[in-house]
T-cell receptor
Framework: DQQVKQNSPSLSVQEGRISILNCDYT??????FLWYKKYPAEGPTFLIS?????DKNEDGRFTVFLNKSAKHLSLHIVPSQPGDSAVYFC????????????FGTGTRLTVIP | DAGVIQSPRHEVTEMGQEVTLRCKPI?????LFWYRQTMMRGLELLIY????????DSGMPEDRFSAKMPNASFSTLKIQPSEPRDSAVYFC???????????FGSGTQLSVL
């Protein structure tokens, strides 16, 4: 039973444009959300996170938005670069920590030069 | 500065054989996680150790799966006997502690024929 859902398996965006990756969750107890990025033949690497006390967190070209009432979060990348092409995993946890980290199925982003 | 090291990178085996996956976490990290990645379910937590002690193994799919952490620098995930449905990428990750950012290894691509 998937508690974190990424309904778009893939997304293609032109270089320089905005990439928007979406994630939905079902468990209202989740209060910490993360995005991980994964290149082929490598493990996922942490990208950005947000606590439920915020609705936005920004780090350079990456911004995560959280809509608690809709149980929805999104990752915005602007401007998109070819090096951003990767699989992006959304994850969520309770405050108890990473042992309760639930991942989505991932969205493959392709940034076209 | 070495990250999480997993071996082998690829494993091809026949149904019924025993498979052992190995992981060396980052030195100083006291939490270790085993994840399995599939297309359908994304990244699933199999088992989690804290200070070499298994804390949560509720994600281990069957008795055919077992994991050990004999010391702070080594862990194994064993599947005996293996089945074709076990084919997936298995990731090991470590962190400084509960609630801290996860650092993933490059994974083991397992194919059971």
């Amino acid at each position: 039973d998937q508690q974190v859902k990424q309904n778009s398996p893939s997304l293609s965006v032109q270089e320089g444009r905005i990439s928007i990756l979406n994630c939905d969750y079902t468990n209202s107890m989740f209060d910490y959300f993360l995005w991980y990025k994964k290149y082929p033949a490598e493990g996922p690497t942490f990208l950005i996170s947000i606590s439920s006390i915020k609705d936005k967190n920004e780090d350079g070209r990456f911004t995560v938005f959280l809509n608690k009432s809709a149980k929805h979060l999104s990752l915005h990348i602007v401007p998109s670069q070819p090096g951003d092409s990767a699989v992006y995993f959304c994850a969520a946890s309770h405050q108890t920590g990473a042992n309760n980290l639930f991942f989505g199925t991932g969205t493959r982003l392709t940034v076209i030069p | 500065d070495a990250g999480v090291i997993q071996s082998p990178r690829h494993e091809v085996t026949e149904m019924g054989q025993e498979v052992t996956l190995r992981c060396k976490p980052i030195s100083g990290h006291n939490s270790l996680f085993w994840y399995r990645q599939t297309m359908m379910r994304g990244l699933e937590l199999l088992i989690y150790f804290n200070n070499n002690v298994p804390i949560d193994d509720s994600g281990m799919p069957e008795d055919r799966f077992s994991a050990k952490m004999p010391n702070a620098s080594f862990s194994t995930l064993k599947i005996q006997p293996s089945e074709p449905r076990d084919s997936a990428v298995y990731f090991c990750a470590s962190s400084l502690g509960s609630g801290e950012k996860l650092f993933f290894g490059s994974g083991t691509q397992l194919s059971v024929l």
